[in-house]
């Protein structure tokens, strides 16, 4: 009912700069919140960044400040701009987005199949 795919990922060196866009198809009017996680090799997945319908927005502790994450309406699409990256940045990132169901009491999420960011020299 909802598909999310990713793109924009790709090699960048320590300071540089990447935009990941995740485009929304299906039954795009029932979504309120998009977002990001990443998760890297031995990691856990880790929220990156998060926004509502309404442009209120969340981002993670190791991100703030150097992530902004925005999304257009019109295009159906989110995105996440990724400043002053380091080497800690490199995981694989994934969009994420959930609608609640008020009749069932219940939340149904979506994931995209995430886009690879190396952050290397």
């Known amino acids: 009912q909802v598909q999310l795919v990713e793109s924009g990922g790709g090699l960048v060196q320590p300071g540089g700069s990447l935009r990941l866009s995740c485009a929304a198809s299906?039954?795009?009017?029932?979504?309120?919140?998009m977002g990001w996680y990443r998760q890297a090799p031995g990691n856990q997945r880790e929220l990156v960044a998060a926004?509502?319908?309404?442009?209120?927005?969340n981002y993670g502790d190791s991100v703030k400040g150097r992530f902004t994450i925005s999304r257009d309406n019109a295009k159906n699409t989110v995105y996440l701009r990724m400043n002053s990256l380091k080497p800690e940045d490199t995981a694989v990132y994934y969009c994420?987005?959930?609608?609640?169901?008020?009749?069932?009491?219940?939340?149904?999420?979506?994931w995209g199949q995430g886009t690879r960011v190396t952050v290397s020299s």
């Open positions: 299906g039954s795009i009017f029932s979504i309120y919140v």
């Open positions: 926004i509502t319908s309404g442009g209120n927005t």
């Open positions: 994420h987005a959930y609608r609640t169901r008020a009749m069932f009491g219940d939340r149904i999420d979506y």
